[in-house]
């Protein structure tokens, strides 16, 4: 009677039977998102109907075969943000970047980390494609095991930020060149003809160059605190930058900042949130992220 009772207690730990339906605890693992889809998911799949196949001949289904199938997509390729909520273990990402690698798709970023919740990260995910192959993409992914649910921010009021370290030189455009032929292995001869450009470090007095190289390191940080960034390392020949900030400024400072000479650069993917409305405002459909050249016409100017 004692290991009757002991049997029935574990069992009750494990199932519990409440108006005739089961519900099954489930442990920390790989299948707890499984176990998280089959239990919030209520699709009423319907019955299928039951009508009599018709009869084709070889003409008729070849007909049907070459009239009938819908012609390629013609619709242009949009960058879509996919984030992904999925179960904090080893080969999560190998099993989502492998699906879309099935589907032919290039990732243009790929951001992953956990978060405050225990066993549960967060993956963003930027990609270019059109909406009913992407659509396709993310129902795949969130058929995955590990994977809880997986969220599309392509139409979504959403706060986009990118992380930037870059490396840039103090010494002036001339000795960046140099290094590049020393690099490319020109030969000693490129290296002589930058050698002989007039502001060469070089070819400057010591105090005359050391104020260039200050000169050089002002108008970084200016360019820097401008775009919100700061210098976090500063060397005698070179300086550390570090921005953060949407993909398009990150892109925008690095242009500007690429003549004065990028040793190294280093850029994450984007991270992305969806903005939370304000109540007592009516959203009208407009992006409050749009810069002022992707709503007015140019070419609509008049020549002033």
């Given at each position: 009677?004692?290991?009757?009772?002991?049997?029935?207690?574990?069992?009750?730990?494990?199932?519990?039977?409440?108006?005739?339906?089961?519900?099954?605890?489930?442990?920390?693992?790989?299948?707890?998102?499984?176990?998280?889809?089959?239990?919030?998911?209520?699709?009423?799949?319907?019955?299928?109907?039951?009508?009599?196949?018709?009869?084709?001949?070889?003409?008729s289904a070849v007909s049907s075969i070459i009239y009938e199938t819908p012609l390629p997509s013609k619709s242009?390729?949009?960058?879509?943000?996919?984030?992904?909520?999925?179960?904090?273990?080893?080969?999560?990402?190998?099993?989502?970047?492998?699906?879309?690698?099935?589907?032919?798709?290039?990732?243009?970023?790929?951001?992953?980390?956990?978060?405050?919740?225990?066993?549960?990260?967060?993956?963003?995910?930027?990609?270019?494609?059109?909406?009913?192959?992407?659509?396709?993409?993310?129902?795949?992914?969130?058929?995955?095991?590990?994977?809880?649910?997986?969220?599309?921010?392509?139409?979504?009021?959403?706060?986009?930020?990118?992380?930037?370290?870059?490396?840039?030189?103090?010494?002036?455009?001339?000795?960046?060149?140099?290094?590049?032929?020393?690099?490319?292995?020109?030969?000693?001869?490129?290296?002589?003809?930058?050698?002989?450009?007039?502001?060469?470090?070089?070819?400057?007095?010591?105090?005359?160059?050391?104020?260039?190289?200050?000169?050089?390191?002002?108008?970084?940080?200016?360019?820097?605190?401008?775009?919100?960034?700061?210098?976090?390392?500063?060397?005698?020949?070179?300086?550390?930058?570090?921005?953060?900030?949407?993909p398009d400024r990150i892109s925008a400072f690095i242009a500007l900042i690429r003549p004065f000479g990028v040793?190294?650069?280093?850029r994450s993917g984007m991270m992305a949130l969806p903005r939370t409305p304000v109540e007592g405002t009516q959203?009208?459909?407009?992006?409050?992220?749009?810069?002022?050249?992707?709503?007015?016409?140019?070419?609509?100017?008049?020549?002033?």
């Open positions: 009677m004692l290991r009757l009772s002991t049997g029935l207690k574990s069992a009750r730990s494990l199932i519990q039977l409440r108006s005739g339906a089961c519900f099954v605890r489930y442990s920390s693992s790989s299948t707890s998102a499984l176990a998280y889809k089959s239990l919030h998911r209520k699709r009423k799949i319907p019955s299928l109907p039951t009508v009599d196949a018709p009869q084709w001949s070889a003409g242009p390729k949009t960058q879509h943000v996919l984030n992904c909520l999925v179960q904090n273990e080893p080969g999560v990402l190998s099993l989502v970047s492998g699906t879309l690698a099935a589907r032919g798709f290039n990732i243009d970023s790929l951001v992953v980390c956990n978060t405050e919740v225990k066993d549960l990260s967060r993956m963003t995910i930027v990609l270019d494609g059109q909406d009913g192959v992407i659509e396709q993409a993310r129902r795949q992914i969130e058929d995955l095991v590990p994977v809880y649910a997986v969220l599309d921010y392509s139409r979504s009021q959403i706060i986009k930020r990118e992380l930037l370290l870059v490396r840039v030189s103090l010494l002036g455009q001339e000795y960046f060149h140099e290094l590049i032929a020393h690099h490319n292995q020109e030969g000693e001869a490129a290296e002589e003809e930058y050698r002989r450009e007039r502001y060469h470090p070089k070819n400057l007095a010591p105090s005359q160059a050391l104020r260039q190289k200050y000169e050089h390191l002002d108008a970084i940080s200016k360019l820097t605190e401008e775009f919100g960034g700061k210098i976090v390392d500063i060397s005698d020949r070179n300086c550390i930058v570090e921005l953060c900030a949407k040793l190294e650069l280093a959203d009208d459909g407009t992006d409050p992220t749009k810069e002022a050249a992707d709503v007015v016409d140019s070419s609509q100017m008049p020549p002033s």
